[in-house]
């Protein structure tokens, strides 16, 4: 073993002088967590980890004090942009001996990376008894759906850091303005209440039109997914694909209208990024996105709606209610060299004490431990839509959140391209959508026939 026991007495280690110095407006000191009655000493060792630089972590650099602190380790932690952070993990990953004893697992990337062998399951050291601290980790914290994401053929191979859940983001004077009382509670609604809003100077709706990974591809199957169309037959046992369904070509009929039609100019291929900055400039009336972007989009130093927006439950389909889950877990690349380290780290990150700090200190609040939106803390410092956005959150986690209303599997990148493709081409007026999708739909069961889901 690399890790080796503490020989002086326990140390404990609390929030409380952290949290003083929040209120009062003193100088903050670094993050640290409660511990059990004996600790872990990796004095002398470094980990290495490597993030995705999503708004979550952006300053997490003023967090990990506390880990070296409990540990005596000293902590290399490097960001990547999300544009380029695919292609730097595949090379780090493919190596014989790996940099890194933590990196981010993308949803995009995880089932590839798991198939690929290069991420090392984690029940072994969510088991050993010597090395995990109960107390710190509280596995029955993390949102239950965002949790299970994270596992393949009963395997443990991350835990979850970020699980953006789509919610609904409305202009509440708009609203206000033509007579409407409440938000839209179905997608019939909601094409309704935009025609009903849009205008020149604030367009009716926001939404995803990027070819992209992670765009059209993430926004539009969840539309489909709740009016009863599965974008294959039956994930994960039938993985014949099934986007030319009839519901599926409606629910891209209507997306398709949606953004053509009432919404901002570029938005056919814009991505979240510029979604957000059309809202926070007050010209856009609803925007159903996920909820890790509502820190941004309420900005007080960019946002002329901080006071002006409302937060609901994502629409419900013909066939159900379901908000589009993205899970990003941290793991263990099977190529480290200081896998028990690398565990370390990650059960301190995702510990209740550090996600609730790195929230209030530094204005990130979609964590994944829904309890902790309940806390009193947490109410008064993101008391958004006076106290709506926290309570649509929680209740979103519970019932609604589904990470796997795509079929994620290790193909899922190519499938995604292949439909983001198809799509951009219906939404640019390149192509109909009957026949768009009806080539997608070949073009995909290809790509799962070559994988060996499927002879015939």
Not at 149 to 176: F, S
Not at 363 to 372: M, N
């Amino acid at each position: 073993m690399r890790r080796k026991r503490m020989v002086c007495a326990a140390v404990v280690l609390s929030l409380v002088a952290v949290f003083a110095a929040w209120s009062g407006g003193q100088e903050e000191q670094p993050a640290t967590q409660a511990g059990g009655e004996s600790g872990m000493s990796f004095e002398g060792q470094t980990v290495d980890v490597l993030l995705m630089a999503s708004p979550i972590v952006q300053k997490f650099e003023n967090l990990v004090s506390g880990f070296e602190v409990l540990t005596g380790a000293k902590v290399n932690l490097l960001l990547i942009t999300p544009a380029n952070f695919d292609e730097k993990a595949d090379m780090e990953l493919l190596s014989p001996k790996g940099a890194y004893d933590v990196v981010w697992l993308a949803w995009r990337t995880f089932h590839r990376w798991v198939a690929a062998d290069w991420i090392a399951p984690m029940d072994g050291y969510l088991a050993d008894e010597e090395l995990v601290d109960p107390a710190v980790l509280k596995k029955e914290g993390f949102a239950p759906a965002a949790y299970r994401a994270m596992n393949v053929d009963g395997k443990q191979y991350a835990l979850p850091i970020m699980a953006g859940a789509v919610i609904l983001h409305y202009r509440t004077d708009v609203l206000d303005a033509h007579g409407i009382g409440a938000p839209p509670d179905t997608w019939a609604e909601l094409g309704e209440v935009v025609k009903k809003v849009h205008s020149p100077d604030v367009v009716g709706i926001g939404m995803r039109g990027s070819k992209k990974g992670g765009n059209v591809g993430l926004i539009l199957p969840m539309v489909m997914a709740a009016n009863g169309a599965s974008m294959v037959k039956d994930y994960p046992a039938d993985m014949h694909p099934t986007v030319n369904q009839p519901a599926a070509i409606e629910s891209a009929r209507y997306y398709a209208d949606l953004l053509q039609n009432y919404s901002f100019q570029g938005v056919l291929t814009a991505s979240w990024q510029e979604n957000v900055v059309v809202f926070q400039q007050g010209k856009m009336a609803l925007y159903p996105d996920s909820n890790v972007l509502s820190g941004q989009i309420l900005d007080p130093e960019k946002s002329v709606v901080v006071d002006k927006t409302g937060f609901a439950i994502v629409p419900r389909g013909t066939k159900s209610r379901v908000s589009a889950a993205a899970v990003h877990g941290l793991g263990i690349p099977a190529n480290s060299a200081d896998k028990e380290l690398g565990y370390k780290f990650i059960e301190w990150a995702l510990s209740e004490e550090v996600q609730l700090e790195n929230a209030l200190k530094h204005g990130y609040p979609a964590i994944i431990r829904p309890d902790l939106m309940m806390r009193q803390d947490f109410q008064e410092r993101f008391n958004w839509g006076g106290g709506k956005w926290a309570t649509v959150c929680s209740e979103t986690y519970a019932k609604y959140a589904d990470p796997l209303y795509r079929p994620m599997t290790p193909e899922w990148r190519q499938v995604e391209e292949i439909f983001g493709i198809a799509m951009s081409n219906v939404l640019t007026g390149q192509a109909e959508v009957t026949k768009a999708l009806n080539e997608a739909n070949e073009a995909i069961y290809q790509v799962y026939k070559d994988a060996g889901h499927y002879t015939k």
